[in-house]
């Protein structure tokens, strides 16, 4: 019979036959080491390039004999949604969804395993506070950050210093409960087109406090990219538009029970 995972790792991917094989050459290598039993899911957001087919066989020949491997295609309706995709489809004990470029390089998954041991719901990568690292990443994109993680505190009403960060990690339950309940990018998303960087995030934090689980705040590395697919106008409108969203969601009562 097959052993039920350990770790789950989701890779949301658009657009990313570039960058997804050595992403996921990374990902294999690391629980290649591992002694747990592990699966990989790649859920691809409608891309327009190879990416399903460089997914496939990039997993084929690198995943170890202890982890399994998937992958979803969908519609493209955003990373929100394809993240959902792929947190609701994994059979871990413990979930991770981790961005294609691997900007958090996945042996940090370990600093946040850790908690969730400990008995939290929700551990989520930052790249704030004592510990973390931000590499290469040019001044204005990390003011951009952090005027973003004002709104989020004031709009939202959350605590946490990096809401945004491409790496968070789930106790099973905790991740079904929270990402069934999503209502922007839950099950009615709408296909779009083009890119679309989106505040998912902050919902599924909102509702993490909202259902009363305990969510811990990690410190981790992270890389900028050059290769980022943020548009800083376009983007920052709809991550605004996003958060409140989230407000006015909770003020007409979308979650509650």
Same mark, same amino acid.
């Given at each position: !019979?097959?052993?039920?995972?350990y770790?789950?790792? =989701?890779?949301p991917?658009?657009?990313?036959?570039?960058?997804?094989?050595?992403?996921?050459?990374r990902i294999?290598?690391?629980?290649?080491k591992?002694t747990?039993?592990?699966?990989?899911?790649? =859920?691809?957001?409608?891309s327009?390039?190879?990416? $399903?087919?460089?997914?496939?066989?990039v997993?084929e020949?690198a995943a170890?004999?202890q982890?399994?491997?998937r992958?979803?295609e969908?519609?493209h309706?955003?990373k929100?949604?394809t $993240?959902?995709?792929?947190m609701?489809?994994a059979?871990?004990?413990?979930?991770?969804f981790?961005?294609?470029d691997?900007?958090?390089?996945?042996?940090?998954?370990e600093?946040?395993?850790?908690?969730?041991?400990?008995?939290y719901?929700?551990?989520i990568?930052?790249?704030?506070?004592?510990?973390?690292l931000?590499l290469e990443e040019p001044?204005?994109?990390h003011? !951009?950050?952090?005027?973003?993680?004002l709104?989020?505190?004031?709009?939202?009403?959350?605590?946490?210093?990096d809401?945004?960060?491409g790496f968070?990690?789930f106790q099973?339950e905790?991740?079904y409960?929270?990402?069934n309940?999503?209502h922007?990018y839950?099950?009615?998303?709408?296909v779009?087109k083009?890119?679309?960087v989106?505040?998912?995030d902050?919902? =599924?934090?909102?509702?993490a406090g909202k259902?009363?689980y305990?969510?811990?705040?990690v410190?981790v590395?992270?890389?900028y990219g050059?290769?980022?697919?943020?548009n800083p106008?376009?983007d920052s409108?709809? !991550?605004f538009?996003?958060?409140?969203? $989230?407000?006015?969601?909770?003020?007409?009562?979308?979650?509650?029970?």
């Amino acid at each position: !019979m097959e052993r039920e995972p350990y770790l789950s790792v =989701v890779v949301p991917a658009y657009n990313e036959e570039k960058r997804l094989p050595g992403t996921l050459e990374r990902i294999c290598a690391y629980l290649g080491k591992q002694t747990y039993p592990s699966e990989v899911i790649v =859920v691809d957001d409608g891309s327009e390039d190879a990416t $399903v087919r460089v997914a496939r066989e990039v997993l084929e020949r690198a995943a170890p004999a202890q982890a399994a491997w998937r992958v979803i295609e969908n519609d493209h309706r955003g990373k929100g949604y394809t $993240v959902r995709t792929g947190m609701l489809a994994a059979r871990g004990q413990y979930i991770l969804f981790t961005d294609a470029d691997l900007a958090t390089p996945i042996e940090e998954v370990e600093k946040l395993l850790a908690p969730l041991q400990a008995g939290y719901q929700v551990a989520i990568g930052s790249r704030e506070g004592v510990g973390a690292l931000r590499l290469e990443e040019p001044w204005y994109r990390h003011f !951009m950050g952090r005027v973003f993680n004002l709104l989020v505190r004031i709009v939202a009403g959350t605590h946490y210093e990096d809401t945004q960060c491409g790496f968070k990690a789930f106790q099973r339950e905790a991740a079904y409960d929270l990402f069934n309940r999503l209502h922007i990018y839950g099950s009615q998303a709408k296909v779009i087109k083009g890119g679309a960087v989106t505040a998912f995030d902050v919902e =599924v934090l909102f509702l993490a406090g909202k259902r009363g689980y305990r969510v811990k705040e990690v410190p981790v590395v992270w890389r900028y990219g050059e290769n980022t697919k943020v548009n800083p106008l376009r983007d920052s409108v709809r !991550m605004f538009r996003d958060i409140v969203r $989230v407000r006015l969601n909770d003020w007409r009562g979308y979650y509650r029970d």
